[in-house]
Each structure stands twice: as C-alpha cells, then as structure tokens.
C-alpha cells in the first residue's frame, strides 16, 4: 500500500482530509494540477467527474503528512488553485453541483460527452472565459449560465437545443459563439446585446429568419448561417460594418441581399435559388475578394459585375448561365473562375478544362479593342534569379503566383518574398515541376487555395499537410494515385485531377466528406464505388467524361446531391447517348429505374 494512504491518528492535518476512497484519476495528475493549476482528463473513459476533482481547492493533499519541513521539496502549502479543467471525449452524463467548489476556473471543456443538462452551480463559477460543451445531448441552456459575465467563448454545437434563454445577452463580453447543429427554429432577440462577439456560427439549424437585432453586433466579422430555411435576410444587416466573412449557403433565399459592407471580403451564396443578378447588389460589393454563387438558378451575368475590382475567386458552378459578358475579362484582380455545370453556348467545353487563364484569354480575344491595363500602383520585384513577382499581390490579396515559367523548381526568392505573410492562395501552373515544393510547406498553416495544373507531376506526397485546403487545381499532370492521408483535408472542397493517369476513382476521396466537386476527365477511369460515393453527401459535381468506364452502376443513381453529372465520352453502351444528353437528371432517375427489386 502506498506510504500516502496510511494514515496516523495523531496526524493533526487528518481532520481535514474526506474519508480515504481509491482515486480513479492517478494521483500524479491530482498532484501536479495543484502546482499548474491545470488538470487535463480528456479521453479516459470518466463516467462521472470524481470527487478528487471537484474538492481538488479545499482538501488538504496527501502529501501534507510527509513534508511539513519548510526545507521540503513539495511545498503544498503553496498550491495553486485550479483554473483549466479538460473533461472532454469522455462518457460523462452529468455534472454535479460540486462543480461549484472550483470558483476560479477560466476554462471548462466538456466537449464530446453524453451531457443531458447542465447544474445551476456553472452560474457561480464567474470567473470562466472559455466553456465548451459541443458534441453532447443537450436540450436547453440553464439561465444560470447566462450569468456569466466574463464568459469569452462558449460552444454547444452538436447538441439538440430548440431554444435559448433570452437572458443569453447577459453574456455581454462574449466574443465567440457556436451554436451549429442544433434544432434551433429561432433566436432571441437579446443575441444583440452580445455587442463584443466577433465569431458567430448558427449554420445546421432550422432557423427561418435572423433577428433585427442582429444589426446591433457591429463587431461581428464571421457570421455563418449555412444550411438553415431562411427564406429573407434583414435590410438592417447592412449594419454590420466589421463583417468579412458572411455564409448563407443551402438556404432558400431567392436574392442576393444588398450588403454595402466596408469590410466584406468573402460572400458564400450557394445552394440557393437565385435567379438573377441585380446591378445594385453586385456594385455594393466594393471590397470583396471571394464570390460564392454556385448551385442556384442564376441565367445571365450583368455586365456591371466588371464594377468588381478586387475580387479574386468567382464560382458560378451549377447554374443556368447560357452566355458570358466577355467584359467579366478585364476583372483586374481575377485569378479563379469556376464554371462547370452551366449550358454555356460558344465556349467548348475542352477551353473551360484549361483553367482560368485560358478563359479569360479568350474572352478578351472577343472585346474589339484592347483591354490590358496594367495598374501602376501594383509593386513588381524583379529578384536576382530574374523570378518576378507582385509583392502587392502577396500583401493586399494573399496572392503567391510563379506561373507560365516552364520552371522545373520554384526559387527561394519566391518563397521569401511571401514569407510571413498569411498566403492563402499559390499558383505554380504551366511549369515544369515534377514534384510538390518543399517549401510549400511553410504556408500550409494559412493555404486554402493551390493551383498546380500543367505540370509534371508523378506525385503530391505533401498535399496532405494543407489541413486549411478548400481547392486544389491538378489538372494536366501526370498522377495515377493520391496519398491516403489526405483523409485529413477536412476542408477540401474542390479538386480538379482532369488529364492525369488515374485508372479508378482515387480511394481516399471517398473519405473526404467536404468535397463539393471532383473533376476528373480525361483520365482511365474503369470503375466507380456507388456505395462509398453516396457517402460524400456534399458532392453536387462529379466530371468523369472521357474516361474508360465500361458499365455505369445503377446504384449511382442514389447519389441524391449531385447536380452535374458529366459521363460522356466512355465506352458504356448504357444509357444511351440519348438519355446522357438530357442531362444529369435524366441520367440519375434512369440509373435507380435499373435498381433490382
């Protein structure tokens, strides 16, 4: 038995110690928590928090028998209260009102337990900043929790609440919030009173409309609230002059809202019904870099979008558009422009695989006069090894681009032009690279978009390590397998692996249930796994025209999401040319005809 658990009766300490229990958290932890004052419990399979926990402040330790010399090593007396309490990825189902016995915590994390409810004790606990409580099964808020007042961050996403206190504007120095994933049909108007918030995530609810009030969190700058049935945004969100990003994809608005917003730079519109574009709405975007609009009903393009200076990414994938303004060329700053999945008349579809560059080269070769204009006020840097780059780019849109070179490697001059400097989007196309840069890898914290199509790549054996990665161009390369671990892209949307050697659907794309789109034309693709597809319940655009699949699996047909399915150009004898040309529609009800029964 350990020397700590016996006990003299004469110890004069021993009246204040609980009954002896055996300790279900190593006493070791319990220990060095009193000196950090942190005690980190995730992942152990805890079915309840132990006493041990909760008394950790005002029961005397063990140790105390032992080291009463002031020479002593472990100087208990001088413990440290505990401030950071880790509890999460556990079987938890409850939570004590002994919680309470910890005043000053600042971070509480529950995430990832089985919680039904919350104790009205969290109210004491006025000293937390950082509570998290995702990833559990709860149905309410208590109000006490909305005493809080110097509660920074709170997160319940992944719960089952239906509704929130209207006392939750207490929180008034909140500053994130995350209530995603939950069943809420509508918020309270107190949410505007939460002035300090800067982060706001209502996206997966089933909310129908937004407050008014929310024209009153004028500190907001990330606002989400994708995936809901909203119907109408308010006029007075206009209000919201520090939001730069706002996400209002799969809902069910019908226009682009008016959003003269100062600091707007990215706008995620798709999976709505949009129909038309109006001019006023398009020319309030004055600061706006990325312009989601894929996935509506959008037909035409109002010449007026050119009034779009400094945007940069532009997706119209999946609409009705027939025909392209040839002014959407002289965009200065447009460097991506997605396409795929609309009528368009007069651009052959081999000209959209060819990328953005190409496009907007035709579509300047269409305007009578010249339009180049090269704007003076943009930096270029000739480097010594005659690398040049736009250092404006780099600085004002994130931007690192090297392409057209025909270079075999990218110099260092490159790379350190851009260091530090939060590149989100690279461009390496048109060159000679036979490999993934090594150096690459000093942006992988901040890249979202890489561009690495007309190549020669054998390989992308790093791509794995861009876990920020939304889009990621391959195309016209010479790849015929991608690397299992970029399961972990856990927010790729997008890829384009047309004109490479692929002979089968590449397996790890199965397991990367954000994608959106996946291009890949133009390769020796055999087959196609039905049952592992209809898992990527996000993919609207699938391209595998010109590729060698001998049968189509009728199974496919269950894959509900897609809304352009490109399979022309293969060897199948079904369906019939007939059917395929009606479109993707046509091709999926005919495909679950041929379901067996």
Known sequence: MSRFKKMDKGDSVSNFRTAPTEPTVPYGLLKAARTSGQLNLSGRGLEEVPQSVYRLN????QEAQQNVSFRATDRWWEQTDLTKLLLSSNQLTQLSDDIRLLPVLNTLDLHDNQLKSLPSALGELQELQQLRLSHNQLTSVPVELCTLKNLRSLTLQQNILESLPEELGQLENLTELDLSNNHLKDLPSSLGNLTCLQKLILCHNKLTCLPDSLANLTNVKLLDCSKNQLTDIPANISEMLALEQLYLRHNKLRLLPYLPLPALKELYFGNNQIEQLDTEQLACLKTISLLELRDNKIKTLPEQITLLTTLTRLDLTNNE????????????????????????????????????????????????????????????????????????????LKLLEYSEKQADTIPDEVFDAA????????????????????????????????????????????????????????RNNQLSDLPSEMMNLTKLACIILSNNRFKSFPEVLYQICSLETVLLANNQVGRVDPTHLMKLDRLSTLDLSNNDLLSIPPELGLCTSLRCLSLEGNPFRTPRPAIVNKGTDAVLEYLRSRIPI
């Open 419 to 474: 260091a530090d400097q939060g590149v989100t989007t690279v461009n390496f196309s048109k060159n000679q690279l036979t490999s993934i840069p090594s150096r690459l890898v000093e942006f992988c914290s901040s890249l979202s978009d890489i561009n690495l199509g007309f190549n020669r790549l054998t390989n992308c054996s790093h791509i794995f390590k861009f876990l920020q990665l939304v889009h990621i161009d391959l």
């Open 321 to 396: 558009i027939s025909i392209l303004p040839a002014t959407l060329s002289l965009l200065p700053s447009l460097k991506v422009l997605l396409l795929q999945g609309n009528p368009l008349r007069g651009i052959r579809s081999d000209l959209l695989s060819k990328g953005t560059n190409e496009l907007l080269k035709y579509l300047r070769g269409r305007i009578k006069e010249d339009p180049e204009r090269v704007d003076e006020g943009h930096t270029v840097m000739t480097l010594p090894s005659q690398a040049t780059v736009n250092v404006h780019n780099i600085k004002t």
């Open 58 to 61: 005002i029961d005397t330790p």
